[in-house]
C-alpha cells in the first residue's frame, strides 16, 4: 500500500506522432479516502505498554544457522511432533545422530513433550541443516523462559559453531592441497 491514498498516480506515455519523441504526462485520481476519512470518528493511540514476555500459547520463533545452512524454528503448545520443511522429522533426517542432536535442547530442558516444533531449514548439507535447527531450537526454548539459560548453556547449545568451509587459494589445487610437484 502507498502511504498516501489520497492520489493515486497513473504513469501514461503518449507518442507524439508529429515529432516522434515520448512525452511523458501524469494524471491524478482523487479518491474518496478523504471524505470517508473526516466521517470515521478519530482513535486515540493506546499507551504504550511495558514489552511482556511472550506466552508459549503463542509460535515463539527464532534463527538458527551451522556451516551454510539457516533454519527458522517456530516452538508451540503441543504433543512433540517436530516437522522440517512441511515433512516429518523422522522421514527427514534418517540417521539416529541428526535426530538425536535436533532433540538434544528439548531434552536437556525436559520438554521434549510438552512443545511443537516447526522448523524451515535450507542450505547445506543434513548435518549442517540438524545443526541450524538445534541452535534455533534452543534458541526458542530461551525466549520462551530466561531461566532455561543455565541449562542450555552448560550444555553449549547456545553458541553458534563458527567452524565454516575453508576458501580455496589461488595457485593452489583446493583451501590446503597443492598441485602435485614435478621435479623436472
Not at 156 to 172: A, F, I, N, S, V
Amino acid at each position: 500500500m502507498r502511504r498516501n491514498n489520497q492520489h493515486r498516480l497513473n504513469w501514461e506515455i503518449a507518442m507524439d506522432t508529429r515529432e516522434g519523441q515520448a512525452d511523458l504526462t501524469t494524471k491524478t485520481e482523487t479518491s474518496n479516502v478523504s471524505e470517508e476519512a473526516s466521517r470515521a470518528p478519530t482513535a486515540k493511540p493506546a499507551p504504550s505498554q511495558p514489552a511482556q514476555p511472550p506466552q508459549l500459547s503463542q509460535a515463539i520463533w527464532a534463527t538458527g544457522r551451522r556451516k551454510e545452512s539457516v533454519a527458522r524454528v517456530g516452538l508451540m503448545p503441543g504433543t512433540g511432533e517436530i516437522s522440517v520443511n512441511r515433512t516429518s522429522f523422522d522421514h527427514y533426517f534418517a540417521r539416529e545422530t541428526l535426530r538425536l542432536a535436533v532433540r538434544q535442547p528439548l531434552i536437556v530442558t525436559h520438554q521434549i513433550g510438552k512443545v511443537n516444533v516447526c522448523a524451515n531449514v535450507e542450505g547445506g548439507g543434513l548435518t549442517g541443516q540438524a545443526g541450524a535447527i538445534r541452535l534455533g531450537i534452543a534458541r526458542a526454548l530461551l525466549r520462551f523462559d530466561a531461566a532455561l539459560r543455565a541449562p542450555l548453556r552448560e550444555a553449549g547449545l547456545l553458541t553458534r559453531d563458527p567452524r565454516m568451509k575453508e576458501r580455496k587459494k589461488y595457485g593452489q589445487k583446493g583451501a590446503r592441497k597443492r598441485f602435485q610437484w614435478t621435479k623436472r
